[in-house]
């Protein structure tokens, strides 16, 4: 049978710090409210003049998870790049990691499903290898989430909680009759939802698309009704660990390790209480990095590897709920 492993993961984060110190000198926050709230100590961001792209992280990490794959470029069958900040409105930042990379024909996908973009990616990938249309896939989950931050005063609720940072996962299919790879996936989305958290502009339905009344609004920068995000964070992570596990067939013991996306420590332990499961179990890093959206999870996946959290045979949930509203679950089982 077709299964869909993970050969190896790599992270990259940006080497400008920023603690909570440095960001309430730019606006009326503490140290105290932001760990409070959200768990956050510090996050890395891209320097402030710019000039760097989530391409160029999700290059960093694509080369050390191929490095340890021992793959070349060439080896790869198709890209999919999560992102909600691509480095340009378009073309696709998978189309400029590939031509990073010195590909010059490979398909490349974007995935724009923010904190879920890397389930959204790991369940195409699934398919796209059980249904041979690929045999080795790049996945990689990247932000730069600092140069579309109002770090004045005003943005201070949604500022504070973003990191920049990529991670890289080489998928390749392996042929098997054990129950190991991708087990099952369960994915949802409600755009009633939409308003909830977004960035509306540029926006291709306003003629033209951002102006100068946008910006002084600051319709470039993202709005979020964080309350309700939470709210419904906690209510559906549960249930749909609850449904993957059902669609597995396998009970809540069986996990050995579940990786949920980064976006609140308070989300995270809400989830273990409500499961009754040891908070040892639910693993967490937002405390290093904040919210890295579509690379949060590849990038705890990446550090669990490395502190031998998991291992041949460990079985991990990923899982997450983010803008859209999107939120989904992942089962996974590696290789003995
Ligand atoms: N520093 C100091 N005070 C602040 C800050 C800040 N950075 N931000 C808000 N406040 C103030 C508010 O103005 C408010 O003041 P008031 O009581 O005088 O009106 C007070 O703190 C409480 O604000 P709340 O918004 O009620 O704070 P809350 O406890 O809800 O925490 C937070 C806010 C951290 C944003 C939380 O709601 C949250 O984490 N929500 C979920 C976020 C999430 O999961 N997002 C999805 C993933 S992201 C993605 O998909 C892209």
Redo the contacts with the bound molecule.
Sequence with gaps: MKKTVIKATGRYLPPRLVTNQD?SQW????DE??LQ??GIEKRYWIPESGGVGVSDLGLEASKIAMDRTGWSPQDIDLIIFAT?SPDLFFPGSGCLLADKLGLKSTPALDIRQ???GFLYGLTTADAYIRSSLAKRILLVGAEVHSTGLDVSTKG???????GDGAAAVCVERMETNTDSGVLASALHADGSLSES?MTYAPASRDNPRIDEAMLREGKHY?T?D??S??KH?VRRLPEVAREVLEKAGLPLSAVDLFIP?Q??L??NQAFAKTLDLPESKVYNNIQQYG?T?AASIPLALDEAIEKGRVGPGSTVMFL?????V?WGAVLYRFAT
């Design positions: 960001l606006m009326d926050t503490s409210w932001i709230r959200t909600l923010q904190c879920t201070r609720d949604v500022a504070v909680i973003f958290l993202p979020m964080g309350k995000i939470f964070a996306h976006a609140n308070r989300i919210n959206t997450g709920l983010g803008a859209g999107t």
